[in-house]
Nanobody
């Protein structure tokens, strides 16, 4: 059974940091890319960052470039998202998702974790 479990969300003040983790199981981790997405109330879901577990290639959205860093620990089947210099507009539910390399869509999703940034 494919499982993605997020952890590390919470409430912080502007300028603070959080580290989100996505623990994956039930599929060959090295054959997948893991992405972090977020959705704020009233807004569409957007991709934040993603990483290929095979070669470490990453993508980071321009809105978080220079503040967020994605990393993968293949030995632990875990992808982390380090979020620094948080802003109120980063407030959202953050989800991780898995995409089999070579395919075009993310087909497995975690439940999400809330991140709230207050001023």
């Amino acid at each position: 059974e494919v499982q993605l479990v997020e952890s590390g969300g919470g409430s912080v003040q502007v300028g603070g940091s959080l580290r989100l983790s996505c623990a994956a199981s039930g599929f060959p981790f090295d054959d997948y890319a893991i992405g972090w997405f977020r959705q704020a109330p009233g807004k569409e879901r957007e991709v934040v960052s993603c990483i290929s577990s095979r070669d470490g290639h990453t993508y980071v959205a321009s809105s978080v470039q220079g503040r967020f860093t994605i990393s993968s620990d293949n030995a632990k089947n875990t992808v982390s998202l380090q979020m620094n210099s948080l802003k109120p507009e980063d407030t959202a539910v953050y989800c991780c998702a898995a995409q089999r390399l070579g395919l075009s869509s993310y087909d497995s999703w975690g439940q999400g974790t809330q991140v709230t940034v207050s001023s």
